[in-house]
């Protein structure tokens, strides 16, 4: 069964420069997540999509970030403009319900890692 | 707001010493508890989850404790190896089904 695909793997870009990435979930998982991992931090949960809605989008900076997952499967997460403290790895995860962490069924990708310079 | 610590931030041992890795949380209501392996450059593989009601979880090589009462959880993992290495991060899942991570420990197996 194939895992969480994302991409690109690595961005490099200048502050106040855009960028977009890229996650394709697990065939079938209804509940999507994009975490924000700084260096030397826990992930940090950005936004939690159910399908195609937003559940949980508390800790996305709206200002600059934006996701979507139109047709409830792959899910875009753009920066713009970006800043320095934006330079982090973001991680994609998906799960067959949303209580997919209480049974440890969730799943990771391998992470977009972006630098900002 | 739970604030998950993980100490120490890094450390180092000689191959086949037992490894004992800490995770504190500072609220006692959480349904579960998760230990996670990250390699470098790569996501978060699931080691051990641990129900609110249960002490301790065992797969292979590595044994988890909670002891809910005191906020800890304890990630042994016996024998290591160089493949061991790793950056290992505990995470409570709380009453909206979020996990709270901690910032991990790093650790080096030398052989």
């Known amino acids: 069964e194939a895992g969480v695909a994302q991409s690109p793997r690595y961005k490099i870009i200048e502050k106040r420069q855009s960028v977009a990435f890229w996650c394709n979930p697990i065939?079938?998982?209804?509940?999507l997540y994009w975490y924000q991992q700084i260096l030397g931090q826990g992930p940090k949960l950005l936004i939690q999509?159910?399908?195609?809605?937003?559940?949980?989008d508390s800790q996305l900076p709206k200002d600059r970030f934006s996701a979507e997952r139109l047709k409830g499967v792959d899910s875009t997460l753009k920066i713009q403009p970006a800043k320095l403290e934006d330079s982090a790895v973001y991680l994609c995860?998906?799960?067959?319900?949303?209580?997919?962490?209480?049974?440890?069924?969730?799943?990771f990708g391998e992470g977009s890692r972006l630098t900002v310079l | 707001k739970q604030e998950v610590t993980q100490i120490p931030a890094a450390l180092s041992v000689p191959e086949g010493e037992n490894l004992v890795l800490n995770c504190s949380f500072t609220?006692?209501?959480?349904?579960?508890l998760q230990w996670f392996r990250q390699d470098p450059g790569k996501g978060l593989t699931s080691l051990l989850l641990?129900?609110?009601?249960?002490r301790e979880q065992t797969s292979g090589r590595l044994n988890a404790s909670l002891d809910k009462s005191s906020g800890r959880s304890t990630l042994y993992i016996a024998a290591s190896q160089p493949g061991d290495s790793a950056t290992y991060l505990c995470?409570?899942?709380?009453?909206?089904?979020?996990?709270?991570f901690g910032a991990g420990t790093t650790v080096t197996v030398r052989a």
């Open positions: 995860a998906s799960s067959l319900e949303p209580t997919g962490a209480l049974t440890g069924e969730l799943f």
């Open positions: 065939s079938g998982h209804a509940t």
């Open positions: 999509f159910q399908n195609n809605g937003v559940v949980d």
């Open positions: 609220d006692s209501a959480i349904y579960n």
């Open positions: 641990i129900q609110s009601s249960q």
């Open positions: 995470a409570v899942i709380i009453g909206d089904y979020k996990l709270s």
